[in-house]
């Protein structure tokens, strides 16, 4: 999109948002937003739309508001099972969070546990959708290789299903070994959809925890040391070097180091369709956390780096190296949490953030450390709509896009208190972090679901989204 049109037409639209500046990843400037059945009508000269001509119109003022896209979270695990845990929330709970930060779209994962089949996974978790406040789509989870996995595979992309997360650790429950991957990967290849994939490589973390075991640094507070960082490089090469091999597409979740986003950088500039994630805690929280006094609320996989590869990774991210920037929100309380601390490899893993994830970040990257308000917007719900087959229905405000807009107060100050959020758990890891910028007004499919920092439509609207095959989403 160039600049917004002007616009003859005067009969009345459902809403107009007036008085904003729009931000998209490649265009942001003074206009209104004319919204009708759900859909952006168009995006107009200041004005160009009035109102007393229109009196069954509503409007929003958004003077000193930014108007963003909203937010598309491309990782959010939602009442996820893994081990002996079941994070806390439901779709309700996981998408009111979700509004009331600015997402408007999440991609939640199909996990089979042993023995289950990724079809059928798949099928149980997308009939959950329509219990949402927004919309969501999801990705599948193929763990082992059988005869009935290509059939299941193109079920899954006929459905508008595309992405197939994969493991490369926790072995017995979702660690799939290398030719399985490999198997995948060229599946997906010739479907138009992508493998997206955590990598720590199993052998090296599960020997440095029995050596922490032994000498009795396995507790929460030795997360850290238990997860190395090379076990995150040795698997990220191995995975690239597969991808490559097959000339497949892959997108790395959640990569926590520079060296990882190096590698992927460096296979893009050899012709290979490779993708970096990072999430937020990894952006904006360290390793300190594990000598706090609740360590256990901080154990992720991978965990929580020092603070220069914390400030590696931003720099990445302001070199344009990162495409999306997720949550990978798993919401388990502080209970279950410190109920195992004692030892890792029993722990719950994950952090709640879907709702964190815009303000944060915002804050952090945009408010201090020089990311452009564009750029933001790209990597927070362009590139995470295009990487899911979302886009331009997601991700960008344009004409035919769907009505998910965000009015965002960019500076309003506000400091994080997890008794102020909506996520199904009592902690946010960033309680007490001053943080400007946060969504004032939020737009779900036309509907204004937040208004003023307050719940006015609670009524459920979320769909599950098909998704596009990929091919048209690779430049990025
Ligand atoms: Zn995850």
Excluded at 87 to 116: C, K, M, N
Excluded at 369 to 387: D, H, I, Q, T, Y
Aim: aromatic content about 6%; hydrophobic content about 40%.
């Amino acid at each position: 999109m160039s600049h917004p049109a002007t616009i003859a037409r005067t009969e009345p639209v459902d809403l107009v948002v007036r008085g904003g500046t729009v931000v998209n990843a490649d265009w942001q400037g003074a206009a209104d937003v004319l919204v009708d059945g759900g859909k952006v009508l168009g995006v107009v000269e200041p004005g160009a739309y009035r109102a007393a001509q229109a009196p069954g119109t509503t409007e929003i003022d958004a003077t000193g508001r930014l108007v963003l896209p909203g937010g598309v979270d491309p990782h959010c695990h939602v009442g996820f099972t893994s081990g002996d845990f079941t994070s806390l929330d439901d779709y309700r709970q996981a998408t009111t969070a979700a509004v009331f930060g600015g997402t408007t779209t999440i991609v939640d994962f199909a996990i089979p546990r042993p023995g289950e089949n990724p079809a059928d996974v798949a099928a149980a978790q997308r009939a959950k959708a329509d219990h949402g406040l927004c919309d969501s789509a999801l990705h599948a989870c193929v763990v082992e290789w059988d005869d009935t996995v290509p059939e299941q595979l193109r079920a899954l992309a006929d459905d508008g299903i595309v992405t197939v997360k994969m493991f490369t650790t926790y072995r017995g429950e979702t660690m799939a070994d290398e030719k399985t991957v490999l198997n995948v990967m060229t599946t997906l290849r010739d479907l138009g959809g992508m493998v997206v994939i955590h990598c720590e490589a199993d052998h090296i973390i599960t020997d440095t925890q029995e050596r922490g075991a032994a000498a009795g640094t396995i507790s929460a507070c030795h997360h850290a040391d238990t997860r190395p960082e090379l076990a995150e490089t040795a698997s990220v090469a191995e995975i690239l070097a597969i991808a490559e091999s097959v000339a497949a597409p892959v997108y790395f979740v959640h990569q926590s180091t520079p060296e990882a986003v190096d590698l992927v950088a460096r296979a893009r500039g050899r012709g290979v369709r490779a993708f970096t994630e990072t999430v937020a805690h990894h952006l904006v929280l360290d390793d300190s956390a594990y000598a706090g006094p609740h360590p256990e609320r901080f154990v992720c996989c991978p965990p929580l780096r020092d603070a220069d590869t914390v400030a590696g990774l931003r720099s990445r991210v302001l070199m344009g190296q990162v495409a999306t920037i997720g949550s990978d929100h798993c919401c388990y309380d502080t209970a279950q949490k410190e109920s195992v601390r004692h030892d890792v490899r029993a722990m719950p893993n994950g952090l709640p953030g879907v709702e964190t994830r815009m303000p944060v970040i915002f804050s952090e990257l945009v408010v201090k450390g020089g990311l452009s308000a564009g750029r933001f917007v790209e990597v927070m719900c362009a590139n995470p709509a295009k990487l899911n087959g979302l886009y331009p229905r997601k991700g960008v405000i344009a004409p035919g896009s769907d009505a998910d807009l965000v009015l965002w107060d960019p500076t309003l100050t506000r400091v994080v208190d997890s008794s102020a959020l909506h996520m199904a758990t009592d902690y946010t890891p960033y309680e007490g972090l001053t943080v400007t910028g946060w969504p004032e007004t939020v737009v779900v499919g036309g509907r204004p679901v937040v208004t003023a920092g307050r719940l006015t439509d609670p009524n459920s609207q979320g769909r599950h989204l098909r998704s596009d095959p990929l091919s048209r989403s690779f430049v990025c």
